[in-house]
């Protein structure tokens, strides 16, 4: 495995790794354990757009394993303004690091990327593509919670259009034989490229009401409201989702939820106390998970 684009890009097998491998680095994660797996390695984290978890537990993952970083947050400070083309930047920082995460609004751009970069490169979102290493967190924090990945109930709801972390979920999701139903109005349906690609077993609907008694997991996204081109869209379709404790009187006991974060209130602050809130766990399992992805891509023990 050299870049990390796409979920297609990584196997069964490096997944499985991957998740075990977060599991046991979780101490380390912690600041319980120490590790100098990656001592003299770097990491480039290059954000063109903006970000908390996933450049900071990036970092925090880096440095955990006793690695360095480089990189910035606001590509306002960088040659980008300038005018310097994505291709020449990669070219030149795949010279200063072992790796780069790329976030970037243009989809497809992590694919540009990883073609110039002689270092791997990891999508950490690229526009409406996608966001596999969220995925890899996110399966990690489903078989925490769930305890297995396999024969799910899954919802998925929300911004389906445009949400990136999603469109890696549900092709992920499909390895496991898992039953999916995405939840969300017509006009932020979740595009055809995305269902092409998987096998029968999912559903599309426009309310949760029909479906949530038989979920395991509903997984809740936020509106891309700087993704849509006409902010009169965005009008029509915000706030359009709200969970809350109430909307989960009918959830199974068990049921969690999950939700990339962050959140602008399509989850009410009520179902944190609930035994079904797990998107703060979630959040912090970016930081094994990440752990692993780079020991694996660095070439630690
Ligand atoms: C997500 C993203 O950037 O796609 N955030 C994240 O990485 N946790 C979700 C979002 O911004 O809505």
């Not at 380390?28 to 120490?34: D, L, S």
């Not at 073609?115 to 078989?143: K, W, Y």
């Not at 602050?269 to 891509?297: C, I, K, S």
Request: aromatic share 6%; charged share 25%; hydrophobic share 40%.
């Amino acid at each position: 495995m050299d870049h990390v684009v796409t979920i297609q890009d990584l196997a069964d097998d490096e997944i499985a790794s991957i998740l075990d491998r977060a599991r046991e680095l979780l101490p380390v994660a912690r600041g319980e354990e120490r590790s100098d797996a990656l001592v003299g390695k770097i990491l480039a984290t290059c954000f063109f757009e903006p970000s908390t978890r996933t450049r900071l537990s990036f970092e925090t993952a880096m440095q955990r394993l006793g690695g360095n970083v480089i990189g910035f947050a606001d590509s306002r400070t960088t040659s980008h303004l300038k005018g310097e083309t994505l291709a020449d930047a990669v070219r030149m920082v795949a010279g200063y690091a072992d790796a780069i995460v790329l976030r970037h609004p243009q989809e497809g751009s992590a694919r540009l990327a990883a073609e110039m970069s002689d270092v791997p490169v990891i999508n950490g979102g690229d526009g409406a593509g996608q966001h596999p290493t969220q995925t890899l967190l996110d399966l990690f924090t489903i078989r925490e919670e769930l305890g297995k990945l396999e024969g799910l109930t899954v919802g998925l709801l929300g911004d389906l259009r445009y949400g990136r972390t999603v469109h890696s979920l549900a092709a992920a999701l499909a390895r496991y034989d898992t039953t999916m139903h995405f939840i969300a109005p017509e006009s932020l349906a979740m595009p055809r490229r995305v269902t092409a690609g998987l096998p029968d077993g999912w559903s599309a609907h426009t309310t949760l009401n029909g479906v949530l008694p038989e979920l395991d997991l509903l997984y809740v996204t936020r509106i891309q409201k700087e993704r849509f081109p006409d902010p009169e869209d965005y009008v029509r379709v915000a706030g359009a989702y709200t969970i809350s404790a109430e909307t989960l009187r009918d959830a199974k006991p068990g049921l969690r939820v999950l939700h990339p974060l962050p959140r602008v209130g399509e989850i009410a602050t009520d179902v944190d106390e609930t035994d079904h809130a797990a998107y703060f766990r979630q959040a912090f399992n970016g930081v094994p998970v990440r752990m692993a992805l780079l020991e694996m891509l660095l070439g630690g023990d």
